[in-house]
C-alpha cells in the first residue's frame, strides 16, 4: 500500500504530467482518424522512448491507450466509421444518435463512458492485481474454450433479425481466422501460396476493411452528403442523464476488466460483448441499434475498461494479453524493466507511477474530450467527396506502416470489396469480427484441452469455472425463448 | 591484356573504396518478428550501440509475419549493398526452409555473427511432484503419456527439444503446443500441464519467485545466469537445444563489408552495457564470428535435416 | 464444406442484390470506389501512397460530385502535406519509394 500511495509522487512529476497530456491528446487524435490505430501509434513511438525516462515514456503510452479507445467513437458516431477496431458497437447506436440532431450527446456519453471505464480498470489494477492474475490462471484450455463458445453465442443476440444470414457471417469469420499456420498440427490451412498469411490474417486489417471501407464508399452517395458536415449538434449530457448511466457502467467494466485480465482473450471483444450484454440484461431492449445512449455507454466502457486490466497479465507475468499490451511490455523492456513476476521487487515504483498514470489519464482525457470534441467535429467539415479518399489513403497508409507489407493493404482492399457486397445484402459485419477472433481460439483452445485430457470429454465439465460458463451459455441461448414465454403468460 | 588488368584492377579499387567507405548513409536493421518481442528487444538494445560503432544510424523495421519467415525472406531478397541487414534467428531460419516449401532459402543469407543466446529448458511448477529431471523421466516411463508437456509452438526449437529428450530418455511425452512462449508460461503457473519447455530466460524470471522449479537447460554448458540448474547434458541425456540470434546479410555482400559488420558487433558484444542489459534480460551474450556462426549454422541445419528425414515433427 | 458456405454465400448475395435497401452505396458508385482503390493501392505500391494520393483524391472526389475544382486541388495538396508530416517525419516509416519525394529510408 505505502509504494501504492509512493508512485503518485512518481506520476504527477511536472514531465509525467506534460507525457500524460501529449499521450492522451495524440491517443484521442490517432483513435479518431479510421485507419490508425493505438497499437500503430505505439509501434511508431517505440523508438523514441529509448531516449526517455520511464515514467515518461509509459506515461505517454498510457495517454495514448485510454484516448485512443475514446477517440475511436468520435468517427463511429459521426460518420458511422470506427475509428478503431475496438468502438465497433458504438457505431450501432452512436451513429443513429447523431442522424436524430443529438450528435453532442452522443459524443458526450461516450467521453464519460470511455472515462468511466478507464477509470474502473486502472482501480482494478492498483488494489485487486494480485487476485485478479490468481483468477486469470485458473483459466485454461477449457476455460478458454468456453469463453470462446460463451462469445460466439452473444452473436446471437447481435443477430435477433436475421439469424441465418447472421450465423452465415459468423462462419465467414471464422473461415477468415482459420487462415494460416494451425497451432495445433503446424499444417498451413487456406494459405493459397501467399507466404504473408501464413501466419494468419492480421486482425486489424482485417476490421479496416470491414469497418472502414464501405462506409467511406457510402460517403460518395448525393444524399449522404449531409452528414459530412459532421455538426455536433444538440445539447450536451446532465448530470442526471450521467448518472443514469452507472449500471451500464458497471456491467461494462466489469466485462471489459475480465477480458482484459485473460491473456489470450485478445482485444477489441470488449466493446462487442459489453453492448451484447446490456442488450440482453435491458428491460427495454427496443431501442438499441436506434439510438438507446445504453449501448454506446456499453461499448466506450467496455473497450475502455479492458486498457488498465490487459496491463495486469503483462506487469505481473510477463503475458501480454493484446498487441498494445505487447507494445508496452516491449518498451518496458527496452527501458530496463522487466515484466514478470520480478517486476514488482525490482522496479516497484516506476510500476505504480504507472499505475497512477493510468488512472490520471482517464481523467484528462475528460479534460481533453469536453473542449476538443467540438475541435474535432469542425475538422471534419470537409466535403464527403475528399473525405471519403482522405479516409482510403490513411487507411491504406496506415495499414502498410503496421507491417511494411503491401500485401495487407491488398488483404483490405478484398475485405472491403467482400463487405461492401455482404452489408448490401444485408448480412450483419460484426459477427464476422466475432468469428475471425474466437473461432481459431475455441478450435486450439478444444484441441489443447483434449490433448491434456488424453482424449476424456468429461474434462470439459471438471473445473467450477467451466461449469458456470456452461451455465451462463445455456442461459444466453434460452433468454430469448424465456422472454417470449413470459410474454405469452402475461399476456394470457 | 593490359587493359583488361587495368580495368579489373580499377573496378577492385573502386569497390575496395565503396566497401572501404561503408556505411555512408543510414542502414536497415530488419527484425522478423513484431514490436515489442523478444527479438525485437534484442535489435533495439542493439541498435544504438551498432550506431555508435558504424558511424551511420540504424532504422530498426519489423517485418512480422509467418513465424519469422517473412522477415528472413525480407532479408534473403534486399539488396546486397550492405545497407539492409537483419537479425537471423536460430533455429527458424533452419527449420522453416526444411518443414515447408518457404519463401526463402538458407543459402540466401550470409551469417555475419552470432549474438545471443537462450536455451531451450524444461520446467515444473513449484507444486509439482517432480523435484529432478529423472523424477520426471522416470514416472513419464511407467505412464506413457501421462507427462504433458506445454511449448511454444509447434517446430519451435522448444518442441525440438521435446521431441530429442523423448528420443533420448525412451519416453512418451504428450506435446501440447501453445501459442507462444505467453501463454505456454501462464499455463504452466497455473498448472494446466505438467511441464512446461521454455526457454532459459522465459522461465527463470518465475521461478526466481519460486513458483517454477527449472529441472534442466538444454544448453551445451552451465548457464552463468543460472549455475544451479543442470543441462541434460550432464544429466545423460544427449540433448542441445539453444535458441540463438546473431546478424545476416543477403548473399552477395561485398566480404568486406561483412568483416566490417562483424568487427562492429563484437565490439559492442563486448560492452560492458550490453552484456549487462542483456543480463537482465536473462539472456546470455555469446559472439560468434562470421566464419564460426557459418559453420555451426551448417552443422545445426544438417542435424535438423536428418531429424524431419528420420520423424517429421509437422 | 468450405465451397458449399462460399457457394450458398455467393448465391444469396446475389440473389438478394436488387433488393437490397440499407443505407450502402449504390452499386455503381460503390464498384466505381473499389475499382479506384484498387488502383490506388496498385499505383501506391509502384509510386508511392502520397504521390499516388494526389491523383486518387481528386478522382474519387469526381465520383462523388464534386464541382468546385481549385477546392479540391488545395485540400488535396494540404492533405498531401499534412501525411508526409505525419508518416514520414513524425513517424519515420520505410514506405515505398515515393515517386516524387525520392527513396524514404
Redesign the interface.
Known amino acids: 500500500m505505502m509504494e501504492l500511495l509512493g508512485g503518485v509522487m512518481a506520476a504527477i512529476t511536472p514531465e509525467s504530467l506534460l507525457a500524460m497530456l501529449a499521450g492522451t491528446a495524440a491517443g484521442i487524435l490517432v483513435g479518431a482518424i479510421p485507419g490508425l490505430t493505438a497499437t500503430l501509434a505505439m509501434a511508431?513511438l517505440l523508438?523514441f522512448t529509448y531516449t526517455m525516462e520511464p515514467l515518461t515514456s509509459l506515461g505517454m503510452m498510457a495517454g495514448i491507450y485510454n484516448g485512443s479507445m475514446y477517440g475511436g467513437a468520435i468517427p463511429a458516431i459521426l460518420m458511422k466509421i470506427p475509428g478503431t477496431p475496438s468502438a465497433v458497437a458504438t457505431v450501432f447506436d452512436g451513429h443513429p444518435l447523431a442522424n436524430s440532431g443529438r450528435a453532442k450527446f452522443a459524443l458526450h456519453v461516450a467521453l464519460c463512458s470511455s472515462a468511466a471505464g478507464a477509470v474502473i480498470s486502472a482501480v482494478a489494477l492498483m488494489l485487486l492485481a494480485p487476485p485478479l492474475v490468481a483468477f486469470a490462471l485458473k483459466f485454461g484450455p477449457v476455460e478458454y474454450f468456453w469463453i470462446a463458445i460463451f462469445g460466439m453465442t452473444s452473436v446471437s443476440l447481435l443477430l435477433a433479425n436475421a439469424p441465418a444470414?447472421g450465423i452465415?457471417s459468423a462462419?465467414?469469420g471464422v473461415?477468415v481466422g482459420i487462415v494460416g499456420m494451425d497451432m495445433v498440427s503446424g499444417a498451413e490451412r487456406l494459405v493459397f501460396g501467399i507466404r504473408h498469411i501464413a501466419g494468419g490474417i492480421n486482425i486489424a486489417v482485417l476490421l479496416t476493411g470491414l469497418f472502414a471501407?464501405?462506409p467511406?464508399?457510402?460517403?460518395?452517395?448525393?444524399n449522404?452528403?449531409r452528414l459530412g458536415n459532421a455538426t455536433v449538434t444538440g445539447v450536451g449530457i446532465t448530470l442526471r442523464e450521467a448518472l443514469g448511466l452507472v449500471k451500464t457502467w458497471l456491467r461494462s467494466g466489469l466485462i471489459g476488466v475480465v477480458v482484459g485480465v485473460m491473456p489470450g482473450a485478445g482485444g477489441n471483444l470488449a466493446g462487442i460483448l459489453s453492448y451484447a450484454e446490456e442488450k440482453r440484461a435491458a428491460k427495454d431492449a427496443s431501442r438499441f441499434g436506434q439510438g438507446d445512449p445504453r449501448g454506446i455507454a456499453a461499448s466506450e466502457c467496455g473497450n475502455n475498461s479492458d486498457n488498465a486490466s490487459s496491463l495486469i497479465p503483462t506487469l505481473a507475468l510477463g503475458v501480454p494479453g493484446n498487441s498494445v499490451a505487447a507494445l508496452m511490455m516491449g518498451a518496458m523492456l527496452i527501458q530496463g524493466l522487466n515484466p514478470g513476476p520480478a517486476l514488482f521487487s525490482q522496479s516497484g515504483e516506476v510500476v505504480y507511477g504507472f499505475m497512477w498514470q493510468m488512472l490520471l489519464t482517464a481523467f484528462m482525457m475528460l479534460g481533453v474530450g469536453f473542449a476538443g470534441a467540438g475541435l474535432f467535429a469542425r475538422m471534419l467539415r470537409?466535403?464527403?467527396?475528399?473525405l471519403?479518399?482522405?479516409i482510403?489513403?490513411?487507411c491504406?497508409?496506415g495499414t502498410?506502416?503496421a507491417s511494411?507489407s503491401?500485401v495487407d493493404?491488398?488483404i483490405m482492399?478484398v475485405v472491403?470489396?467482400a463487405a461492401?457486397?455482404?452489408?448490401?445484402?444485408?448480412?450483419p459485419i460484426a459477427p464476422i469480427v466475432l468469428g475471425a477472433i474466437l473461432g481459431p481460439m475455441a478450435e486450439s483452445s478444444f484441441r489443447q484441452a483434449l490433448l491434456i485430457s488424453r482424449g476424456d470429454p468429461l474434462a470439459f465439465a471438471a473445473s467450477p469455472i467451466s461449469l458456470t460458463l456452461i451455465a451462463l451459455i445455456i442461459a444466453v441461448l434460452l433468454f430469448p425463448l424465456w422472454r417470449r414465454w413470459r410474454h405469452k403468460m402475461a399476456a394470457a | 591484356m593490359f587493359k583488361k588488368s587495368i580495368l579489373a584492377t580499377s573496378l577492385l579499387a573502386v569497390a575496395a573504396t565503396a566497401s572501404a567507405d561503408w556505411p555512408e548513409?543510414?542502414l536497415?536493421l530488419i527484425v522478423a518478428y513484431s514490436a515489442g518481442g523478444g527479438t525485437d528487444v534484442t535489435a533495439r538494445v542493439l541498435q544504438p550501440l551498432l550506431e555508435k560503432e558504424l558511424g551511420q544510424s540504424v532504422?530498426v523495421?519489423n517485418r512480422p509475419g509467418a513465424g519469422g519467415e517473412v522477415g528472413h525472406a525480407a532479408l534473403a531478397s534486399a539488396e546486397p549493398d550492405g545497407y539492409t541487414i537483419g537479425i537471423v534467428n536460430l533455429p527458424p531460419m533452419l527449420t522453416i526452409p526444411i518443414t515447408r516449401d518457404a519463401s526463402f532459402n538458407v543459402d540466401d543469407i550470409i551469417p555475419v555473427a552470432g549474438l545471443v543466446q537462450d536455451p531451450s529448458a524444461i520446467s515444473v511448477p513449484s507444486s509439482s511432484p517432480f523435484q529432478t529431471l529423472d523424477e520426471l523421466v522416470a514416472f513419464a516411463k511407467e505412464n506413457p503419456g501421462a507427462v504433458t508437456v506445454g511449448t511454444t509452438g509447434v517446430g519451435t526449437d522448444d518442441h525440438l527439444a521435446v521431441r530429442y529428450l523423448a528420443k533420448e530418455a525412451d519416453i512418451t511425452l504428450t506435446h501440447v503446443p501453445f501459442a507462444g512462449a505467453g501463454p505456454a508460461r501462464t499455463a504452466l503457473l497455473g498448472s494446466h500441464v505438467s511441464a512446461a519447455a521454455l526457454n532459459l530466460g522465459e522461465a527463470m524470471p518465475a521461478a526466481e519467485e519460486g513458483k517454477v522449479r527449472i529441472l534442466a537447460q538444454f544448453g551445451t554448458e552451465s548457464s552463468e545466469l543460472a549455475p544451479e540448474v543442470p543441462t541434460a547434458l550432464s544429466l545423460g541425456f544427449d540433448v542441445a537445444m539453444l535458441s540463438q540470434r546473431g546478424l545476416g546479410l543477403p548473399a552477395g555482400v561485398d566480404p568486406a563489408i561483412v568483416a566490417r559488420l562483424s568487427e562492429a558487433v563484437a565490439n559492442v558484444a563486448n560492452d560492458e552495457a550490453f552484456i549487462t542489459r542483456n543480463h537482465e534480460l536473462y539472456t546470455e551474450v555469446s559472439y560468434m564470428s562470421a566464419d564460426d556462426f557459418a559453420a555451426h549454422i551448417e552443422s545445426l541445419s544438417a542435424d535438423y535435416q536428418t531429424l524431419w528425414d528420420e520423424s517429421p515433427w509437422q | 464444406m468450405?465451397a458449399f458456405?462460399a457457394i450458398?454465400?455467393i448465391n444469396?448475395?446475389l440473389r438478394?442484390?436488387d433488393s437490397?435497401r440499407?443505407?450502402?452505396?449504390?452499386?455503381i458508385?460503390?464498384l466505381a470506389?473499389?475499382a479506384?482503390?484498387?488502383l490506388?493501392?496498385a499505383s501506391?505500391?509502384a509510386m508511392g501512397?502520397?504521390t499516388?494520393?494526389l491523383w486518387?483524391?481528386p478522382?474519387?472526389?469526381?465520383?462523388?460530385?464534386?464541382r468546385h475544382g481549385w477546392?479540391?486541388v488545395l485540400?488535396?495538396l494540404l492533405?498531401t502535406l499534412l501525411?508526409w508530416l505525419l508518416?514520414h517525419l513524425?513517424?519515420?516509416?520505410?514506405?515505398?519509394p515515393e515517386f516524387i519525394f525520392g527513396e524514404v529510408?
Open positions: 511508431l523508438p444470414k452465415a462462419l465467414l473461415t471501407i464501405p467511406a464508399l457510402a460517403m460518395l452517395e448525393a449522404s452528403r470537409v466535403p464527403t467527396g475528399l471519403a479518399p482522405m482510403l489513403v490513411v491504406s497508409t502498410y506502416a511494411n503491401m493493404v491488398w482492399l472491403g470489396i461492401f457486397f455482404l452489408s448490401r445484402s444485408g448480412y | 548513409k543510414p536497415e532504422v523495421v | 468450405i458456405s450458398s454465400a444469396q448475395i438478394t442484390r437490397a440499407t443505407s450502402e452505396a449504390s452499386l458508385h460503390g470506389g473499389l479506384l482503390l484498387g490506388f493501392v501506391a505500391s501512397f502520397l499516388s494520393a486518387f483524391l478522382a474519387m472526389a469526381m465520383l462523388g460530385g464534386e477546392r479540391v485540400i488535396t492533405f501525411a508518416f513524425v513517424f519515420a516509416q520505410s514506405m515505398p529510408r
